[in-house]
Nanobody, 115 residues
Framework: QVQLVESGGGLVQPGGSLRLSCAASGFTFRVNAINWYRQAPGNEREWVALITPGESTKHADSVKGRFAISRDNARNTVYLQMNSLKPEDTAVYYC?????????WGQGTQVTVSS
Protein backbone atom coordinates (compact mmCIF):
# COMPACT_ATOMS: atom_id res chain seq x y z
CA GLN A 1 0.00 0.00 0.00
CA VAL A 2 1.01 3.63 -0.37
CA GLN A 3 3.26 4.84 2.43
CA LEU A 4 4.94 8.17 3.07
CA VAL A 5 7.26 8.38 6.06
CA GLU A 6 8.73 11.70 7.17
CA SER A 7 11.85 12.06 9.30
CA GLY A 8 14.48 14.61 10.25
CA GLY A 9 12.50 16.95 12.47
CA GLY A 10 13.71 18.20 15.82
CA LEU A 11 14.53 21.20 17.96
CA VAL A 12 16.75 23.87 16.39
CA GLN A 13 17.72 27.41 17.34
CA PRO A 14 16.62 30.38 15.22
CA GLY A 15 18.92 30.74 12.24
CA GLY A 16 19.67 27.04 12.21
CA SER A 17 19.06 24.38 9.57
CA LEU A 18 17.32 21.03 9.25
CA ARG A 19 16.80 18.60 6.40
CA LEU A 20 13.55 16.69 6.33
CA SER A 21 13.14 13.44 4.39
CA CYS A 22 10.02 11.80 2.97
CA ALA A 23 10.49 8.14 2.07
CA ALA A 24 7.82 6.81 -0.31
CA SER A 25 6.71 3.29 -1.18
CA GLY A 26 3.78 1.48 -2.74
CA PHE A 27 3.55 3.55 -5.93
CA THR A 28 5.62 4.63 -8.95
CA PHE A 29 7.47 7.42 -7.20
CA ARG A 30 9.35 8.87 -10.17
CA VAL A 31 6.19 9.83 -12.10
CA ASN A 32 4.46 11.63 -9.25
CA ALA A 33 4.68 15.13 -7.83
CA ILE A 34 5.28 15.40 -4.10
CA ASN A 35 4.29 18.26 -1.82
CA TRP A 36 5.37 19.39 1.62
CA TYR A 37 2.81 20.96 3.96
CA ARG A 38 3.01 22.14 7.54
CA GLN A 39 0.57 22.75 10.37
CA ALA A 40 1.23 24.86 13.43
CA PRO A 41 -0.93 24.53 16.57
CA GLY A 42 -4.25 26.28 16.08
CA ASN A 43 -3.58 26.91 12.40
CA GLU A 44 -4.80 25.32 9.19
CA ARG A 45 -2.46 23.10 7.21
CA GLU A 46 -0.31 25.27 4.93
CA TRP A 47 1.31 24.31 1.64
CA VAL A 48 5.10 24.73 1.69
CA ALA A 49 6.65 23.32 -1.49
CA LEU A 50 6.14 21.13 -4.56
CA ILE A 51 8.43 19.12 -6.79
CA THR A 52 7.25 17.63 -10.09
CA PRO A 53 8.43 14.40 -11.74
CA GLY A 54 10.62 16.59 -13.96
CA GLU A 55 12.12 18.22 -10.84
CA SER A 56 10.49 21.61 -11.34
CA THR A 57 9.94 23.21 -7.96
CA LYS A 58 7.70 25.80 -6.34
CA HIS A 59 7.90 27.22 -2.84
CA ALA A 60 5.51 29.26 -0.72
CA ASP A 61 6.43 32.93 -0.43
CA SER A 62 6.92 32.49 3.32
CA VAL A 63 9.83 30.06 2.77
CA LYS A 64 11.20 31.16 -0.61
CA GLY A 65 14.95 31.65 -0.49
CA ARG A 66 15.25 29.71 2.78
CA PHE A 67 13.79 26.27 2.00
CA ALA A 68 14.58 24.01 -0.95
CA ILE A 69 12.72 20.88 -2.04
CA SER A 70 14.54 18.14 -3.94
CA ARG A 71 14.08 14.50 -4.84
CA ASP A 72 16.17 11.35 -5.30
CA ASN A 73 14.26 8.93 -7.51
CA ALA A 74 16.81 6.16 -6.89
CA ARG A 75 15.93 6.32 -3.18
CA ASN A 76 12.20 7.12 -3.60
CA THR A 77 12.80 10.06 -1.30
CA VAL A 78 11.96 13.76 -1.29
CA TYR A 79 13.88 16.22 0.87
CA LEU A 80 13.15 19.63 2.31
CA GLN A 81 16.29 21.57 3.17
CA MET A 82 15.37 24.30 5.64
CA ASN A 83 17.84 27.09 6.34
CA SER A 84 17.62 30.34 8.32
CA LEU A 85 14.83 28.85 10.40
CA LYS A 86 12.51 31.18 12.30
CA PRO A 87 10.26 30.54 15.30
CA GLU A 88 7.26 30.89 12.98
CA ASP A 89 8.48 27.83 11.06
CA THR A 90 7.56 25.71 14.09
CA ALA A 91 5.02 23.14 12.93
CA VAL A 92 4.42 19.51 12.08
CA TYR A 93 5.67 18.96 8.54
CA TYR A 94 3.92 16.49 6.24
CA CYS A 95 4.61 15.17 2.77
CA UNK A 96 1.73 14.42 0.43
CA UNK A 97 1.19 12.67 -2.89
CA UNK A 98 -1.93 12.69 -5.03
CA UNK A 99 -2.59 9.35 -6.71
CA UNK A 100 -5.74 8.72 -8.79
CA UNK A 101 -7.33 11.86 -7.32
CA UNK A 102 -6.73 10.70 -3.72
CA UNK A 103 -4.34 12.49 -1.36
CA UNK A 104 -1.96 10.37 0.69
CA TRP A 105 -0.24 11.86 3.73
CA GLY A 106 2.59 10.81 5.97
CA GLN A 107 2.36 10.88 9.74
CA GLY A 108 4.37 14.11 10.01
CA THR A 109 7.57 15.18 11.72
CA GLN A 110 7.76 17.92 14.35
CA VAL A 111 10.01 20.92 13.76
CA THR A 112 10.49 23.30 16.68
CA VAL A 113 12.50 26.51 16.27
CA SER A 114 13.30 28.00 19.65
CA SER A 115 16.18 29.38 21.66
Amino acid sequence: QVQLVESGGGLVQPGGSLRLSCAASGFTFRVNAINWYRQAPGNEREWVALITPGESTKHADSVKGRFAISRDNARNTVYLQMNSLKPEDTAVYYCMATLNAKNYWGQGTQVTVSS
